[in-house]
Structure formats: C-alpha cells, structure tokens
C-alpha cells in the first residue's frame, strides 16, 4: 500500500506558479512511478504527466509541455509537479497518483493508488 497526500494548490493570477507536492508513505521502500492529473467541473479526469521510479524519466501530455514539469526526490519521498504560465483553463483539483513498479501510464486505470486532491484556481 501506498498513501499519497497532496499539498501546495492555491489560487494564482494567469501568468503565475504554483508547484504542487505529493507525500508518499507507505510501501515507499519498493520502486514506485507517480502520475498527475486533474479534473475540471463537469469534465472527465486529465492525465498531465508520469515520472518514473527514479526520475530519470518523464513524460506529459501536449497541452501542458514545457509548462509542468514532474521532479521527485525519493530521499523525502516526495514528487512535485512544478507549473508556470498558468492560464484559467488550467483550473481543476489536481491528483497525485501510484503504481508499485518502475514505470507509470497515461491512463487512469495506470495507478492503484491516490491523493485526495488539490484545488488550484487560476484566475484571468
């Protein structure tokens, strides 16, 4: 088992940044990749991005390259999806989410385990 705990949301101006964290605890001894994603009012939830067990990959979907970036520093058991340029379509509750293995997917059926989310609100 792994728990996830989000933190860092907030509300931010366009054009702003926030950089969010995602604790692990749990079964952190074994390798385990970590996936981000959101969800809108009303709209399904979006993969982000995926780092794998040791950070030394990463991936993102388009809409967010070169805006997010996924970092992580296993020796506090912690990931970070750091975000600039927001914009107001960015607004949603952000998820942090696990997988015990090496690598993570882009999909939600990806991950076992979850955050309870973080709002972040950005305003035009």
């Known amino acids: 088992q792994v728990q996830l705990v989000e933190s860092g949301g907030g509300s931010v101006q366009a054009g702003g940044s926030l950089r969010l964290s995602c604790a692990a605890s749990?079964?952190?001894?074994?390798?385990?990749?970590v996936g981000w994603f959101r969800q809108a009012p009303g709209k399904e939830r979006e993969f982000l991005g995926t780092?794998?067990?040791?950070?030394?990959?990463?991936g993102y979907v388009d809409s967010v390259k070169g805006r997010f970036t996924i970092s992580r520093d296993n020796a506090k058991n912690t990931v970070y999806l750091q975000m600039n340029s927001l914009k107001p379509e960015d607004t949603a509750v952000y998820y942090c989410?696990?997988?015990?293995?090496?690598?993570?997917?882009?999909?939600?059926?990806?991950?076992?385990?979850w955050g309870q989310g973080t709002q972040v609100t950005v305003s035009s």
């Open positions: 749990g079964r952190t001894s074994s390798p385990y990749a």
């Open positions: 989410a696990a997988r015990l293995g090496y690598y993570g997917g882009r999909s939600f059926s990806s991950y076992d385990y």
């Open positions: 780092i794998n067990w040791d950070g030394g990959s990463t």
